[in-house]
């Protein structure tokens, strides 16, 4: 069974920086692209950066390009979003989830980041 | 910008038949945008229904069904069951990487 479990959310100050990881265990991720969603309060989903199965392409949404860095690390079978100059606008629960069937396939719980 | 487009809310009764959609505030809504669906309660992780515009996800029934109407992507329920009732969001891949959000319907079964 496929688990995703996202840590590091909290409470920053505007401009603070937060580091947020999406520990996997049921599957390998650097066998799939991975994505990061968030949900702001009371707003829908906004998809955020997806980084690829090699980790050599990251894509990032408009609204969060130049600040946040989406990236992994193999070894410890775990997705990572640094969060840098963050704002207000950045408060939302953070979702990982990782890529099939041309679509998002498994998701973690979520971390709330308030900023 | 484009955006996408779905029914803020939809009711439908217990046992019947209901269609959400998914459009483009510019342009049709094709297989190539990849269609996929999913399920959220707020509090709860999203999950996924459908992927690749039909590909039903493992463990979802087959009473949701996904599909391209016209130029919208369409999530067909039949059969609507109580703990149906959530938000629903499409996703549409619009290349480069770059994937877009419609901003969700809330399904009412009553």
């Known amino acids: 069974e496929v688990h995703l479990l996202e840590s590091g959310g909290g409470l920053v100050q505007p401009g603070g920086s937060l580091r947020l990881s999406c520990a996997a265990s049921?599957?390998?991720?650097?066998?799939?692209?991975t994505t990061w969603v968030r949900q702001a309060p009371g707003k829908g989903l906004e998809w955020v950066s997806t980084i690829s199965n090699t980790g050599r392409v990251t894509h990032y949404a408009d609204s969060v390009k130049g600040r946040f860095t989406i990236s992994r690390d193999d070894s410890k079978n775990t997705l990572l979003l640094q969060m840098n100059s963050l704002k207000a606008g950045d408060t939302a629960i953070y979702f990982c989830a990782n890529h099939i069937n041309w679509g998002f396939g498994s998701w973690g719980q979520g971390a709330l980041v308030t900023v | 910008q484009t955006v996408v487009t779905q029914e803020p809310s939809f009711s439908v009764s217990p046992g019947g038949t209901v269609t959400l959609t998914c459009g483009l505030t510019?342009?049709?809504?094709?297989?190539?945008?990849?269609p996929s669906w999913y399920q959220h309660t707020p509090g709860q992780a999203p999950r996924t229904l459908i992927s690749g515009t039909n590909i039903r996800s493992s463990g979802v029934p087959n009473r949701f069904s996904g599909s391209v109407l016209g130029n919208k992507a369409a999530l067909t329920i039949t059969g609507a069951q109580a703990d149906d009732e959530s938000d629903y969001y499409c996703?549409?891949?619009?290349?480069?990487?770059?994937?877009?959000f419609g901003g969700g319907t809330k399904l009412s079964v009553l």
């Open positions: 996703a549409l891949y619009m290349g480069g990487g770059i994937w877009l």
């Open positions: 510019s342009g049709s809504v094709s297989t190539g945008h990849y």
């Open positions: 049921g599957i390998i991720l650097s066998d799939y692209a």
